[in-house]
């Protein structure tokens, strides 16, 4: 059989695309690379001569609003757009090796024969969109169907570039020979889903009606009359890359309990907090009922807390049909508990959870006679497994947005967790690609807002250092270099005649998060205008910034593009004060926070003889400061020999620090040190996982190189009977080991030199 390289009746979309693409664009090399796929774009009739927009503008300018882009669309079709796809296509023989090239804006699930397969794209900005490949295997001679639940959100938030009026798909079926299998594609609109937006309008509460929902509709027998024929997107300007990260994973769990009350009212625990959906089968009648609550925790009389700290609240209506019918829900939400109220005559028949998370092999466990270690280890690692999804996400709840400053920390541990490193590039690439939109960088990438951070972009380094160390490859980092640097020069515009930066007014100077946890940071950071003067903190990000990237100038072969010493004697000068030997949070005041000197132990900028003032500083004030800047405090004193302070730290049992979340009933770790320390907390926030790398590093002592090697440092505590460490990564497993007082290190199970 010859399988023609159009589907018939339809004409390519690049043939008649204009030059609407007034929304994103890039204007550096990577906006002149060649697409790696080039399809037809499909979309609905509604959608298909639509112009899209542009999101972005400056957050901090007065007078500035989002574009009210969906006005541009009836009211009808304005967010929170279901649509089902049927592709039909013939065999006329078996076929092996079947792949499928697919993609969506925004979002797409794939099922075959009824069955789900996966869900994609990695959100991504139009100019450098993500497609992926599946393998559908062998198949029978005869007729076949897939189908897609495609997604338009619509809404202005940190998750998708949503909004803008991009709603459209894209999908080719390639035999084993590359050749392309026509299909036949047909869809309908449900409006089985309806309900508010929650957390940070990043998603919609899913309100299902079975009523409405077509049942079997992926299968090849379904009666598909009546749907219609998709359009030519003729605006369609996407950028297609293969994804270079895995598609999601899960797995579909029993509660660990489920409770049944007299009153016909179930409650659901999980036992772990986990990011996925609730899925239940019910019997009943057409109009039966199932509330359904989800949260993070219980409150104080044992019910679910559904309108969550996190500023979601999760409360859904499930109506059935008649007989007995299943609600597995599109979107994901982070929830331990749940509570169902089944209306009268419904009988629940099935509760299960379905996790997703980005594949997570257990690649590096800890195992101690110190429990508490063990158990803070856990919850950081539960916290990066959920915490890890189409990219680094804050949280699975309130954002699910993928943050710099947080994915510096998130990225070290999943690195380590996994042994894997491309979802690290990704995300640096993602960010790269925001110099479009500034070249000072974007704090949230890919999402559909211009949140500018200028901590966060100066932290941008340490994420191109953090993958040269697990993989050697400085080659790879060269185009990131350079987008490093252009950060730095936007930076420079904010430079005084000594090399310091004074009020870097257009971005959001951040300190530390929540603002309660600024160890009173004696600078005024109101926004949108920073007040006038030098302060300290950023100071340090920005001379630290230099200094890693003169690193990565000597492992590609460059000369080191900053001159250092002055402006590090004028970082000193500024802010150290000689009566008390610690560092100054602005040029003119006298107050000592723990941040004024975190950062500047952390990137080397004081003299060796100055530090020992701060060292000490740094283990009395000890976690005075938010979750995110323990990651710096702990690496800090580790760096400098300090482990047993380290250790102290870790374990602490104060209201600041992880034995305080596991007291307060964690099993991933929280976003403050506590549920009541930050008004609008989430439970599960990965930005807290400094644990992973602190523990497998800096206590077990397993140091990798970037030429592949590994130098062993163990720092396990006299009073630690037992202890052990493993991590997998290029492919290596590396264990340490205490028993019986002895430590012993090992690479794949052969053990290595005792001299340590």
């Not at 609407?20 to 090399?29: D, I, N, S």
């Not at 503008?57 to 089902?84: I, M, S």
Request: aromatic share 12%; glycine share 8%.
């Amino acid at each position: 059989m010859q399988y023609d390289c159009q589907e018939e009746g339809i004409r390519k979309a690049a043939d008649r695309r204009t030059n609407a693409r007034k929304g994103w664009r890039m204007t550096e090399k990577m906006s002149r690379e060649k697409a790696e796929w080039s399809p037809e774009w499909l979309t609905i009739r509604e959608f298909s001569h639509i112009t899209p927009v542009n999101l972005f503008h400056k957050e901090q300018e007065e007078g500035e609003k989002q574009p009210e882009a969906e006005q541009q669309l009836t009211a009808e079709f304005r967010r929170n757009l279901h649509v089902l796809v049927r592709a039909r296509f013939m065999l006329e023989t078996a076929q092996e090796n079947l792949t499928l090239r697919l993609t969506a804006d925004d979002h797409y699930k794939l099922y075959v024969e009824s069955g789900f397969v996966a869900e994609g794209p990695a959100p991504g900005y139009p100019d450098h969109y993500y497609y992926n490949e599946i393998p559908l295997g062998k198949m029978e001679a005869g007729e076949h169907c897939f189908g897609l639940h495609l997604y338009y959100q619509g809404l202005i938030n940190r998750v998708y570039n949503s909004g803008d009026l991009r709603f459209a798909f894209a999908a080719e079926l390639m035999d084993a020979q590359g050749c392309r299998i026509p299909l036949r594609f047909c869809y309908e609109r449900t409006d089985a889903y309806s309900g508010g937006t929650i957390g940070y309008d990043t998603q919609f509460l899913e309100n299902f009606d079975s009523r409405k929902f077509p049942e079997g509709w992926s299968s090849a027998g379904f009666d598909d009359a009546g749907w219609k024929t998709p359009a030519a997107a003729e605006w369609a300007d996407y950028r297609l890359y293969l994804q270079p990260t895995r598609m999601l994973c899960g797995e579909r769990i029993k509660p660990e309990k489920v409770e049944i009350y007299e009153d016909g009212s179930i409650r659901i625990d999980v036992g772990e907090e986990v990011a996925g959906s609730l899925c239940l089968t019910a019997e009943g009648s057409a109009g039966d009922t199932v509330e359904i609550f989800c949260g993070e925790e219980l409150d104080e009389s044992g019910s679910v807390r559904y309108e969550m700290r996190c500023n979601c609240s999760y409360h859904e209506i499930w109506t059935l049909t008649d007989g007995c019918c299943s609600l597995e829900p599109y979107d994901y939400k982070g929830f331990r508990y749940a509570k169902l109220l089944p209306g009268k005559g419904v009988n629940i028949r099935g509760i299960f959870v379905q996790t997703r998370h980005y594949p997570m092999e257990e690649g590096a466990e800890v195992t101690s006679s110190e429990k508490r270690l063990e158990q803070i280890f856990s919850i950081c690692k539960n916290a990066v497994k959920y915490g890890t999804q189409e990219g680094y996400v804050d949280c699975p709840t309130r954002e699910k947005g993928q943050y710099l400053g947080d994915v510096v920390v998130t990225a070290h541990a999943q690195v380590l967790l996994t042994g894997k490193t491309q979802m690290l590039l990704k995300c640096i690439d993602q960010f790269a690609q925001t110099r479009a939109v500034c070249p000072g960088l974007l704090a949230v990438a890919p999402g559909g807002l211009m949140q500018e951070i200028a901590d966060y972009s100066l932290m941008y380094p340490q994420l191109l250092a953090l993958y040269y160390r697990y993989t050697g490859n400085a080659a790879a980092l060269l185009p990131y270099y350079k987008t490093a640097l252009g950060m730095i020069r936007h930076f420079a515009q904010y430079e005084r005649a000594d090399g310091l930066l004074v009020q870097v007014a257009d971005k959001w100077n951040l300190v530390d998060w929540p603002e309660n946890l600024r160890d009173e940071y004696d600078f005024a950071l109101t926004r949108p205008v920073v007040g006038a003067g030098c302060h300290n903190v950023i100071n340090a990000l920005y001379l630290g910034a230099k200094k890693t990237l003169n690193g990565l100038a000597r492992v590609l072969g460059r000369e080191e593009p900053y001159e250092l010493e002055k402006p590090v004697f004028a970082y000193r000068r500024a802010f150290y004060r000689k009566e008390t030997g610690l560092l100054a949070d602005s040029e003119t005041s006298s107050h000592t926070s723990l941040h004024s000197n975190v950062y500047a132990l952390y990137f080397g900028l004081l003299e060796e003889a100055e530090e020992a003032p701060v060292i000490e500083f740094l283990e009395k004030r000890g976690f005075s400061c938010g979750v995110m800047l323990s990651y710096y405090l702990l690496l800090a004193l580790a760096r400098r020999g300090r482990y047993e302070s380290v250790y102290r730290l870790l374990l602490n049992d104060s209201d600041h620090g992880w034995c305080n979340m596991l007291r307060e009933g964690a099993t991933t770790c929280f976003e403050a040190w506590g549920k009541d320390q930050k008004w609008n907390t989430s439970l599960c926030h990965p930005w807290a996982s400094a644990p992973v790398p602190v523990i497998l590093e800096e206590i077990a002592g397993i140091h990798l190189s970037p030429e592949g090697g590994c130098d062993f440092a163990p720092h396990i505590p006299k009073e630690v009977d037992y202890f052990h460490a493993s991590v997998r990564v290029r492919g290596k497993m590396y264990t340490v080991t205490k028993q019986d007082g002895e430590i012993h290190a090992a690479i794949d199970g052969i053990e290595q030199s005792k001299e340590m």
